[in-house]
């Protein structure tokens, strides 16, 4: 066992031989989006995260699934399988079974499996003082779920949720590979904030982030403003407050920054040497973005034994 559940990385990774090791991973959730096959692909891209995320190319996936057949047409479960499997078959991922049950909500997802090199895998606990950190997708997918079940997202944004949701980030894995990075992991349920606790936790160092380089996708700020917020995202925030310093910000910057993502993107520390290089494969790669959006420091940046987070404007 290479990498297990000690470090909350992404995905376990399980050695074969030299050359050859294991990346396996799960995850499935409830509708966030109306159309069914919208729902699949979102549903897919995200599960196949955990694998690029770790610097892995998915190979085989299983489907899961819990439907209420007494409620729901069979054909609308077709149309959520129609959206994964062409996901699945974008990243040239095979899909070999699965499992079903009858369940008052519905819920759909995969187990993927994925190979690696032993030393590719990349994990969320390289992280080194000095390195930039580096997001390949904008955030704000959570409240614009939310939005959606309000009936208070227009159709531009809906859109452009699931345009960014939908997308692999097997671009993002496949530049921070030819880069070469020190740690990433992908940005899902824990927010961006969440997640980058668990790299500095890992990697006992702190982080520096500036709120006005995060990619935010437009009318995410205004909806939060609002009130428009997935209970999600205000426990991520109460989770991540005990290590982290929000200096010059509103609140609502704070919860946008903890709001919780679906299929989000990979949020990577690199050399701040190669940090352009790591941005301009992004940019060839055509990940939907590629800010630098804060630094690496020394734990010293404030108290604590595991490492700290300060977010100025």
Request: hydrophobic share 45%; aromatic share 4%.
């Amino acid at each position: 066992m290479l990498v297990g559940i000690s470090g909350s990385d992404d995905a376990g990774v399980y050695q074969l031989s030299e050359s050859v090791a294991l990346v396996q991973t799960v995850d499935y959730f409830t509708p966030i989006v109306d159309d069914p096959y919208d729902w699949g692909r979102i549903a897919a891209a995200n599960a196949l995260s955990d694998v690029y995320a770790m610097g892995g190319t998915p190979l085989t996936a299983l489907q899961i699934v819990g439907w209420p057949r007494g409620e729901l047409s069979l054909d609308l479960l077709g149309r959520v399988f129609a959206g994964g499997v062409d996901v699945l078959d974008l990243a040239k991922c095979s899909l070999v079974g699965g499992h079903s049950i009858d369940d008052k909500e519905p819920k759909y997802g995969m187990a993927v499996t994925g190979l690696v090199h032993p030393d590719d895998i990349v994990t969320n606990a390289g992280a080194r003082a000095g390195d930039v950190l580096v997001l390949t997708k904008p955030i704000g997918t959570g409240i614009i779920s939310t939005a959606i079940k309000a009936q208070k997202a227009s159709d531009e944004m809906t859109q452009q949720a699931i345009s960014v949701m939908a997308q692999l980030n097997d671009g993002a894995s496949r530049a921070m590979l030819r880069v070469g990075v020190h740690a990433a992991t992908d940005v899902t349920g824990f927010g961006l904030l969440g997640h980058l606790s668990e790299v500095v936790k890992a990697s006992g160092v702190s982080a520096r982030i500036e709120r006005s380089a995060v990619p935010i996708i437009d009318g995410v700020v205004e909806l939060a403003e609002a009130g428009v917020v997935p209970g999600g995202s205000g426990r991520n925030l109460e989770s991540v407050a005990r290590m982290t310093t929000f200096d010059g910000v509103t609140s609502t910057d704070e919860i946008v920054l903890a709001d919780a993502q679906t299929s989000g993107g990979l949020l990577i520390a690199v050399d701040k040497p190669l940090a352009q290089a790591l941005v301009a494969a992004l940019e060839e790669e055509g990940t939907a973005t590629a800010a630098i959006i804060g630094e690496v420091v020394e734990r010293q940046l404030a108290h604590g034994p595991t490492g700290q987070i300060l977010v100025v404007p």
